[in-house]
Nanobody, 123 residues
Framework: QVQLVESGGGLVQAGGSLRLSCAASGDTFSDYVLGWFRQAPGKEREFVAVINQNGGLTKHTDSVKGRFTISRDNPKNAGYLQMDSLKPEDTAVYYC????????????????WGKGTLVTVSS
């Protein structure tokens, strides 16, 4: 099975940018769909974005469309979430996740998870 480790979180001012990275190991990365989820303080975890195995299909939740971009580099066993025009409401722990199948939605998340990286956006 795949193991995932996130990096790139931190403190940024509103309007700024961050790029999160997800390093994968332990299995063939290109066999997996890659997703990003987030959980804000006191709130439930929510879906942010997903990318299919070859990177040709992406989906972003409405609240981040036009600001966040998911991508992947299979030869590097890495996934990314480019976050621009950040808002205070984007403050959350961001999790990288993986699944062997592309689904229409992920209400239960994905089977494989990283430990998360904290993003804090100050106003």
């Amino acid at each position: 099975q795949v193991q995932l480790v996130e990096s790139g979180g931190g403190l940024v001012q509103a309007g700024g940018s961050l790029r999160l990275s997800c390093a994968a190991s332990g299995d063939t990365f290109s066999d997996y769909v890659l997703g990003w989820f987030r959980q804000a303080p006191g709130k439930e975890r929510e879906f942010v974005a997903v990318i299919n195995q070859n990177g040709g299909l992406t989906k972003h939740t409405d609240s981040v469309k036009g600001r966040f971009t998911i991508s992947r580099d299979n030869p590097k066993n890495a996934g990314y979430l480019q976050m621009d025009s950040l808002k205070p409401e984007d403050t959350a722990v961001y999790y990288c996740a993986a699944d062997r199948s592309l689904r229409t939605s992920y209400p239960m998340g994905m089977p494989y998870w990283g430990k998360g990286t904290l993003v804090t956006v100050s106003s």
